[in-house]
């Protein structure tokens, strides 16, 4: 047995007992009532149930968001009888610029379903339901290490890797029909509309205009779109407000003797590099089938997609950005 395959099954030895050993945790958090879920008053089995039905629908979302910027590219008509729900979701999807809304939207619906993941299955204070020894419970429980580990592992990376390998069959249901159609509702609402506003500033100062596949927007709908972004930019601003306020005043969820400037300066880069790594993933589905001569043209983005398509390094990029 070579260095590398014994790598890979020493990885898979402790990978595997330590989900099962999670997801143990956390399914005894919620049943013995140990979980954010009790202290809203939420019963052990209905927490349970909706506990893995937000985690199959992150999957859902997760996988199926690569596949529909993956197929871009693809003429619709190869698939069109073969996979005809998956036809269903790109005509949607692909229809005008609803690719950038169905983004926008899925990204919302994304961090509120691991919002209520984090209800659902989020340990209490002290928590202790299968008494563990107290440095396990501390990094298990304490640090939400169990509950990332059944997150990640369960809801996110299996359906990202497979949706890379199997785009067509991965959305061909239903489930994933209404998923585009919340997360474009979600879009329609306003509440995302200020990144629109960073994309015009963007383009302003590139040179670049923004590109649409609609028709130019009559003066009521310009109306209905700027109106929609001067809310959104104000539920930010009031967002940003309120974070940064808790940072001030240490009323943040960062470890006890951390400076405050430190505490802003490790938040702000955060947000850019989660920023960076959810742009990268997108790119990366997108320009998966992109022609090897149109790639050359740009010398970096030529680089990183060598690098990323080379071999299984695509999946490795996907299990380590998540």
Known sequence: MNTSLALQYFKYLYSIPLLIFSVVLVMACIFSGESTAAEYNINPVLAFFLFWFLICWLAMMEGGQGCIVGLQSVDKKKYSETHPITLKCTNLAHDGDNMERFIVGRQFLVVLVIFLINLCGSAVRDADPISTPMG?????????????????????????????????????????????????????????????????????????????????????????????????ISILSFALAVTFQALIEGKSGIWDGVPVAASIAIFLGLLCLVGLMEGMQIAAFALLNTPEEELSSHKVAHKNCQLMFNGSNLQSFLIGRQ
């Open 136 to 232: 396990i419970n501390t990094i298990c429980l304490g640090n939400g290490l169990a509950l990332i580990i059944t997150t990640i592992d369960i809801g996110q990376l299996p359906s990202q890797v497979n949706a890379a390998v199997c785009m067509l069959d991965f959305i061909n249901n239903y489930f994933m029909l209404f998923t585009v159609h919340v997360s474009l509702g979600i879009e329609l609402s306003g509440l995302m509309h200020s990144v629109y506003l960073v994309q015009h500033v963007f383009a302003t100062l590139t040179g670049n205009p923004v590109d649409s596949n609609e028709l130019p927007r009559t003066n009521t709908s310009k109306i209905f779109f700027w109106a929609r972004v001067l809310m959104s």
